[in-house]
Each structure stands twice: as C-alpha cells, then as structure tokens.
C-alpha cells in the first residue's frame, strides 16, 4: 500500500482553469503538507495541516486552496490557473508535534498550464 | 528560525569515488536535520537523519552523514559512488515542533562511469 497516494499523477490544462489534486494518507499522521517544486528543483512549503487545522499558509496567493475533510486527507484547489502555477506540486505526511519525525512525500503531480 | 544551506547546485563524481554533499544549518534551538534524495520523476526518499543521539548518522544506500555542532554542518558522504546514486540531493531542518521542514535548495550529483 503506498503511504502518501496523490492524484493525479499529471494535468494538463488551459490558462484560467480550475484543477485540484487529491492527497490521502495511510500513516496514521496528524500534520500533512502541500510542497510546490519549481523547474529549478527548489521545494517551497505552501501549506502545513495538523488535523485538519490549517497551521502553515505561506504566501501563496487565494487562488489555491488547501481543503482537508479529516486528518488523512488534505485536497489542493487552484483557481484560475496561471502559466506560472505550473510545477510539480507534492503532498507529504508527518507525524507532527512532538518531532523528530519526518516528511513521507507522495509521488508529485505535475501540473502544466498552457 | 531555522534553514539550510546547501553548498553547490551540482556536483559531479567518477564512479567509485567519494562522495561528498555539502549543507550548513542555521537553527536557534538544537535542530533536527534529514537528508533526502529524489530520482528523476519520483517523489522524495528518506535517506537519513539527525535527531540528537549519535552524531554520526548511517543512512541507506551506503549513504552516512556527521552533525557537527562546531561548524554548524551536517555534510553527506559515501564512500564509494553508484551510478543508481545520480539523483537530487535535499538537506532539511526542523525545529522542536516538528512540524515544521526547511529544505535546502538541492544538490544534482552526478555519477560519471
């Protein structure tokens, strides 16, 4: 079973847009995280969930919005697609407070708006 | 706060050569430091990390690293370079909380045969 499962793998959509990925969790985890990773590989946070409460919004502009309906799941939704939203974007899981767990990180889903 | 610094976007070994990934941390507490490797088109791995006790960390893959608390560095090494090595390198720090990650901006290793 894969611990950090996003969906889907890859978008391909038009400027203007709407799209949303999919994360879910199998690990048991409080906190969950949105990553984007840019062309040149930086990983920046976007978001942090501790369940199911927002405790990391970093700025990113109100197109994107993080949704998580229980601890397990955390959804990103985009707005009005730009060029420059396009990205890798990673969903990742921690144990949370108390550390020093980890990040477990999905597979990506690759984002690309033409 | 914390972050990392990691020195050399890319770095190239011959096969069957040291290698060796720089990072410095910046932290204000006693920090939890990791590294993770990332393959081309897959998400990021776990290949170590730092939590306080021994401060020679052994990882997977062969893949080792030594928090120094004197040089504020947390550099990964390996004996001997694979091919299978070439991937992107990222060194990360925590704080206390724990839920709260700050990735360096990455190294590419490239393994030459």
Known sequence: DTAVSQTPKYLVTQMGNDKSIKCEQNLGHDTMYWYKQDSKKFLKIMFSYNNKELIINETVPNRFSPKSPDKAHLNLHINSLELGDSAVYFCASSRGQGGPGELFFGEGSRLTVL | ?113
């Open chain 2, 1 to 113: 706060a914390q972050s990392v610094t990691q020195l050399g976007s890319h770095v190239s070994v011959s096969e069957g050569a040291l290698v060796l990934l720089r990072c410095n941390y910046s932290s204000s507490v006693p920090p939890y430091l990791f590294w993770y490797v990332q393959y081309p088109n897959q998400g990021l791995q776990l290949l170590l990390k730092y939590t306080s006790a021994a401060t020679l960390v052994k990882g997977i893959n062969g893949f080792e690293a030594e928090f120094k608390k004197s040089e504020t560095s947390f550099h990964l090494t390996k004996p001997s370079a694979h091919m299978s090595d070439a991937a992107e390198y990222f060194c990360a720090v925590s704080g206390p909380t724990g839920n709260q990650f700050y990735f360096g901006t990455g190294t590419s290793l490239t393994v030459i045969p």
